[in-house]
């Protein structure tokens, strides 16, 4: 749209965009805010929610031993997903970008992108089906003659959890490079390719940097994501498996509101810094500009 | 969006080895509900597959017996149509008023993928915790807050992606011919951006439908879809919910696979129009 007219665009800009920033400051800010204040206060016993006694009890709970270890886990699950999806995404983008027609790089963003739009609950159940001890996985490593007896650890296990995650989280990490590579001008490749570098040199030495920061911010995207990841551990992990979130559910369950609300506020803190990175390194706001200005 | 092949039949080194990472992502992806989906149509307790001549929807026809199911269902359905409703308006709004923003572009863009990012459980967390401060009791209506939240980005990106197709020349033109700005919407715009507007609806009526996380801790006393189907996964799953897992499944490929179709054949057609400067020259 041009950005013609002055002010009287700009005031009606504004309140074209009020309905949105009521959203997104009403439900998502404000409510953000209040956790990070309550997480300060104390429980109340007597009404069952929390009183405005300031104190540090929850972030001190928040470092005991038990906690402490749950939030590492996550947050290594999460960068674990994370690398998996990029080692992953940076070829199928590529054959996405680089090596297909328009057609068909159309029909596999298509591909990579509907998932997203279906229910992670069900996909995630779906694993329990194949990795199960009657499962297609086991049922063919027996009639194969690989195993005698199902192989146990492929469900319920750390295994399967990261399996789901990476399955769950791909799109994720696809994406953002798929558009890195929008941005490349093809004369440097095709430069790169008439001074007689092969395909491996092209790719290392001129397409990689330039889709760096695409990997840089699918990989954190994933990060993220996957920090905040129930379902997928809920479902296909063990007996004991936890995540930040389960342990959030949890808390809340034993009414400890203040712990509860560090455990969130920790997390957002760490998020938020993480998806700024990931901004910065992707530069989204290139890809709407007003192309034909 | 429109992504262009950039190495030409010369060099084709890694086609080989990508083509089979990406199918392995495909297979990672997609061959679980499709097994799942088979193994629905198995009418035997024993889950696993059976031969095609045996097939059949004995389960499916459980479904429409489970009462609870339909009554979850319906309660999704309802905060996804009301969640859709506000969140396309006001995503096309937003992404209006973004192409006239200046220097708050890169913040506007930031609290977008915020608000997309942030996990759901801590999202639905401080809202319940807000809701519950000013005292309104849980029902549809908090679900349906939590998953404007959730939907808005996206419906802003889908808009801002059809909007970047519509020619600020095309409405220059319009503008020149004596079109006020509401008209020259009405008129120019609105038919240029209507399949995006679509898109922008479906994508929040489906994000909605299979919102957990947030749902989780703003339902009222009627459990959202996926809450009940959680709670049936877990609690030894019966084959009904693999029938209904696999029919959930279908019915969002399904309709998202037709509107990337539809687009794609949109955007084959106004190709040469949008991109003049790269065509030529190019395979």
């Keep these: 749209m041009p950005d013609k007219g002055g002010g009287r665009w700009r005031r009606g800009a504004f309140f074209l965009a009020l309905p949105s920033f009521v959203v997104f400051i009403g439900l998502g800010f404000v409510p953000l805010a209040l956790v990070a204040t309550w997480s300060l206060w104390s429980f109340d016993p007597d009404t069952y929610w929390i009183k405005p006694v300031w104190s540090l009890a929850s972030y001190a709970a928040l470092l005991n031993s038990g906690r402490a270890a749950v939030l590492l886990q996550t947050a290594g699950l999460a960068a674990l997903t994370a690398t998996v999806c990029t080692l992953l995404a940076v070829p199928a983008a590529s054959l996405i970008g680089l090596l297909s027609g328009p057609r068909r790089a159309a029909l596999l963003v298509a591909l990579f992108t509907i998932p997203f739009f279906t229910s992670g609950l069900v996909r995630a159940f779906a694993w329990r089906l194949v990795l199960g001890r009657e499962g297609i996985i086991n049922k063919a490593l027996i009639g194969l003659g690989v195993v005698d007896a199902p192989v146990e650890w492929l469900l319920f296990s750390a295994f399967a959890v990261v399996l789901g995650m990476v399955a769950a989280h791909l799109p994720l990490a696809i994406v953002p490079i798929a558009l890195a590579f929008a941005r490349i001008e093809s004369s440097v490749i095709r430069a790169s390719q008439d001074l007689g570098a092969g395909f491996w040199t092209t790719f290392s030495s001129i397409v990689l940097p330039l889709i760096m920061p695409g990997v840089l911010a699918g990989f954190l995207f994933v990060f993220v994501v996957a920090i905040g990841a129930s379902m997928e551990i809920q479902l296909l992990g063990g007996a004991g498996a936890s995540s930040i979130a389960i342990m959030i559910n949890d808390v809340m369950r034993v009414v400890n509101f203040p712990l509860a609300f560090a455990i969130a506020t920790a997390v957002s803190v760490v998020s938020i810094l993480v998806i700024i990175v990931a901004d910065r390194a992707l530069k989204l706001s290139r890809f709407f500009e007003d192309r034909s200005a | ?283």
């Design chain 2, 1 to 283: 969006m429109i992504l262009y092949p950039v190495i030409g039949d010369r060099t084709n080194g890694g086609r080989p080895l990508f083509s089979i990472i990406t199918v392995l992502c495909l297979v990672i992806i997609y061959a679980p509900g499709f097994y799942l989906l088979l193994a629905s149509l198995n009418p035997d307790e024993q889950l696993g597959l059976v031969a095609p001549t045996r097939y059949s929807l004995t389960w499916y026809a459980t479904l429409l017996e489970d009462r609870r199911l339909f009554n979850s269902l319906e309660e999704s359905v309802v905060v996804a149509l009301a969640t859709a409703v506000l969140a396309t308006p006001i995503g096309l709004a937003a992404a209006l008023a973004y192409h006239s923003m200046t220097r708050m572009r890169g913040v506007f863009l930031l609290v977008i993928l915020s608000a997309m990012l942030v996990p759901g459980t801590i999202e639905g967390l401080g809202l319940s915790a807000v809701l519950r401060l000013v005292g309104v009791s849980p029902s549809w209506v908090t679900v349906t807050l939590g998953h404007l939240l959730w939907t808005l980005p996206f419906t802003i990106v889908v808009s801002l992606i059809g909007l970047s197709a519509v020619r600020s020349n095309t409405i220059a033109a319009a503008r020149d011919l004596g079109a006020g700005p509401i008209r020259a919407f009405v008129d120019v715009t609105l038919p240029l951006i209507c399949g995006s507007l679509v898109s922008s609806f479906v994508f929040a009526f489906l994000l909605s439908l299979n919102e957990y996380a947030r749902a989780y801790y703003l339902v009222g006393r009627q459990n959202t879809l996926p809450l009940y189907m959680f709670g049936a996964m877990n609690s030894g799953a019966s084959p009904t919910i693999y029938a209904f897992s696999g029919a959930v499944l279908v019915a969002s490929f399904a309709v998202v696979a037709l509107i990337f179709f539809r687009a794609a054949r949109r955007q084959g057609a106004s190709q040469p129009l949008t991109h003049p400067a790269r065509e030529p020259g190019r395979r």
